[in-house]
């Protein structure tokens, strides 16, 4: 019970107190574990819970959308937008087909995606 409580504790202090920059990184850890969740749903044919950790990956990236400037981002703000929406409709593809194939193309790309904002982060925090 204790250990539980003190992991809760940890857990909602992390958020807390976390960067824009960091909880940028844990909302991408998050979309890529749900991404692989889902899969994993979709493997063992239960239908409910591959949506419920497909539509939480979809609003990831519907938040990573809305908060994407896109004006002051140039091209590769563009570029990136055009990724997130791929990502998005793909998560809905599979979301609807219930196809695990669709999933095994999306998920390096999400990967891709959080691994190039870890690397900017470490870039911006001089550790690169």
């Not at 909302?27 to 749900?34: E, N, P, T």
């Not at 695990?100 to 550790?127: C, H, N, T």
């Amino acid at each position: 019970m204790y250990a539980a409580n003190a992991y809760n504790t940890y857990k909602n202090n992390s958020v807390n107190f976390a960067s824009k920059e960091q909880l940028l990184l844990m909302l991408l850890d998050g979309s890529v574990k749900f991404a692989k969740k889902a899969r994993e749903a979709l493997l063992d044919k239960d239908v409910k819970e591959s949506h419920k950790y497909l539509v939480k990956t979809q609003d990831i990236f519907y938040e990573l959308m809305t908060s994407l400037d896109i004006k002051n981002a140039g091209n590769w703000g563009q570029s990136l937008m055009a990724l997130y929406n791929f990502i998005v409709k793909r998560l809905s593809d599979a979301n609807i087909k219930k196809d695990v194939e669709i999933l095994d193309e999306v998920i390096p790309f999400i990967e891709q995606v959080r691994d190039m904002w870890g690397e900017a982060y470490k870039v911006s925090k001089g550790k690169a």
